[in-house]
């Protein structure tokens, strides 16, 4: 079975050139047409995004049956965080705090997706949606709530998983630790195996690999790459990244 992946940090759908444009995200989803979409900044019920909620907008323009919110950040009204959308059906769920002291609040959205299966055994797809702190000490900090999180630590080494999100990782020193110690391969990288990370921030001339997608289990990377749509470089400050991948 072959499935694409998508994860992108859409600023809240507010473009490099200030406007709240969710049309924009929508647009760059469209084309893509992923099966399983990863945001970051979302926004529900804030009025800089006209007091929507993005998820549920999001969800409903583009056609998923289903999505899961993780909201993190409290503001004066309405709040923000990760969703994620997906074609399959999202079975647990769960917004798992990677809050570190007094520093800005983090998380990473848990969900548990049922995959299409051969047979009566379900198969489910286990999704770590996330979007990390600005120090690099907050992110190893962070990274280990996600690894002894009862969700995580409940994966069979080989049942098939995904991490992604944007990691704020400029020089990929977590990658190490995905692909040499919990052994994923990371499936946005210029070549598998290396520590090259394809560049997406800021979106209009990146010099910074932060969005990543790691897939461990009987998972293959059939091809990783970041979005090159025109509009992209304006929609959000980050650039998506796209995986196509195959379960065995």
């Not at 950040?73 to 999202?90: C, E, K």
């Amino acid at each position: 079975m072959e499935f694409r992946i998508v994860s992108y940090n859409i600023h809240r759908a507010i473009g490099v050139d200030r406007r709240f444009r969710p049309e924009r995200i929508a647009a760059i989803l469209a084309h893509y047409d992923a099966d399983i979409v990863l945001l970051q900044e979302v926004d529900v019920g804030v009025p800089r995004s006209q007091g929507l909620d993005l998820a549920k907008e999001l969800a409903a323009r583009l056609d998923y049956p289903h999505y899961a919110v993780g909201l993190n950040v409290q503001l004066r009204q309405g709040m923000y965080g990760n969703a994620t959308l997906s074609r399959y059906p999202i079975v647990a769920e769960r917004n798992i705090d990677l809050t570190i002291g007094t520093a800005k609040a983090r998380g990473c959205l848990y969900t548990s997706l049922a995959l299409p299966a051969r047979s009566d055994q379900p198969r489910n797809l286990a999704v770590f949606n996330l979007h990390l702190g600005l120090s690099s000490q907050e992110r190893f900090r962070q990274v280990g709530l996600v690894v002894r999180s009862p969700e995580f630590k409940a994966i069979d080494f080989n049942a098939p998983c995904l991490v992604a999100g944007d990691m704020n990782d400029w020089r990929s020193r977590l990658t190490p630790i995905f692909t040499e110690v919990l052994e994923f391969t990371c499936a946005t990288n210029h070549t598998l195996g290396s520590r090259n990370a394809l560049l997406t921030y800021p979106a209009f001339s990146p010099t910074g690999g932060l969005d990543k997608i790691f897939c461990r289990g009987n998972i293959q990377v059939l091809r990783g790459r970041r979005c090159r749509l025109g509009v992209a470089k304006v929609a959000s400050d980050h650039l998506p990244v796209i995986a196509d991948l195959q379960l065995a």
